[in-house]
């Protein structure tokens, strides 16, 4: 325990020393007759029993109302140099580095519409993580870098889902679409840019698309990289990265993969992609193990992949002027009382 004001200390003893003098000098001082009656023959008054009952009763009472006077005094000093407890506790935050990284082929995107809806609950409940943001296909486009601006990040993600609704009313509401700035806005979202070289190199280049997240993370190695992942594995072109180059790409930077396959998947696809991503110290999830518990997946890889970090520490103090206010209370408590038993 330590005093805040610790030189208040120093003023009590003085103040103390001052009343001893006092005291001190008062009781040895001849103090003459100012008026009042006159005793005639005091020794006949202290003769009589019930005077020096009453007397001695006077002089412990009056020894009392000093010692609390005197304790009140102490405590007050004590209290007014404000005794504290401190400790140190540790600040920590989590210290993941999450980018979300979606197929947007058309196959996929019965599964990205429910992963993103979830994800906005686990991003409202980020605490010290950057999150960001890339799609792909033949390329792909980084949509949110790196970032704890979470509600840029929820609005992204309401928009990657209104753009996929817009792209599936295109398809199955062909004919009878209200062709409005939004919506051309919405289907062109999730498009441009992620079909870049597509008569060339084909789409859905999925090793190019986890390869590609890598470099979007930042050299802190104090900080866990995860990727959560979703496609059908389904590869329609020449990719450079093959989907186990592109595992072993996260693997030798200490990326950690999540994956997260369609209802659709062939089985040897679903076997290549379960392999790869547990590879790389992850786990695989299917959509249509899913089923009610979707919400599940997501809460499932946010536990997993906790990390903490240490950012700082915070000083607690703790006031600890209870006590001696107690015991100033008493002392007041006790003086008044033992004044009005003198007074009887």
Do not use: H
Request: hydrophobic share 40%.
């Amino acid at each position: 325990m330590e005093l805040k004001n610790g030189f208040v200390i120093y003023i009590g003893i003085g103040v103390f020393v001052l009343l001893i003098l006092f005291l001190f000098i008062y009781n040895n001082k001849k103090s003459k007759y100012r008026g009042g009656k006159k005793v005639v023959r005091d020794e006949l008054s202290n003769d009589n029993p019930v005077f020096r009952r009453r007397m001695r009763l006077y002089r412990i009472l009056s020894f009392v109302i000093m010692i609390a006077c005197m304790a009140g005094i102490a405590v007050s000093f004590v209290i007014l140099a404000r005794p504290v407890e401190t400790a140190t506790k540790e600040k920590t935050d989590n210290n993941r580095d999450i980018i979300l990284s979606i197929d947007v082929s058309t196959s996929v995107d019965n599964l990205n519409m429910n992963l993103v809806e979830k994800l906005k609950k686990t991003v409202m409940e980020l605490k010290g993580e950057r999150f960001g943001i890339q799609i792909f296909n033949t390329s792909t486009v980084l949509l949110t870098p790196l970032t704890d601006d979470y509600e840029f990040v929820i609005k992204q993600l309401d928009i990657i889902k209104n753009a996929i609704e817009s792209r599936n009313m295109e398809f199955n509401y062909w004919g009878n679409i209200d062709f409005d700035d939004e919506y051309f806005y919405y289907s062109s979202y999730i498009s441009s840019g992620t079909l870049v070289g597509a008569e060339e190199r084909g789409s859905s280049l999925i090793g190019d698309g986890l390869a590609s997240t890598v470099p979007n993370f930042s050299k802190d190695d104090d900080r866990t990289r995860i990727v959560i992942f979703s496609t059908d594995n389904d590869v329609q072109g020449d990719s450079l990265f093959s989907l186990p180059a592109a595992a072993r790409y996260c693997k030798e930077n200490d990326v950690i993969v999540y994956g997260i396959g369609t209802k659709e998947m062939y089985a040897e696809k679903k076997q290549e992609m379960k392999e790869c991503v547990e590879a790389t110290g992850g786990r695989f999830f299917l959509e249509e193990a899913s089923g009610k518990n979707f919400d599940k997946i997501v809460s499932d890889i946010d536990k997993m992949s906790k990390s903490k970090v240490i950012t700082g520490y915070e000083v607690i103090e703790t006031d600890k002027s209870a006590v001696p206010f107690i015991i100033l209370l008493c002392s007041v408590c006790t003086m008044f009382v033992m004044i009005k038993i003198t007074r009887r």
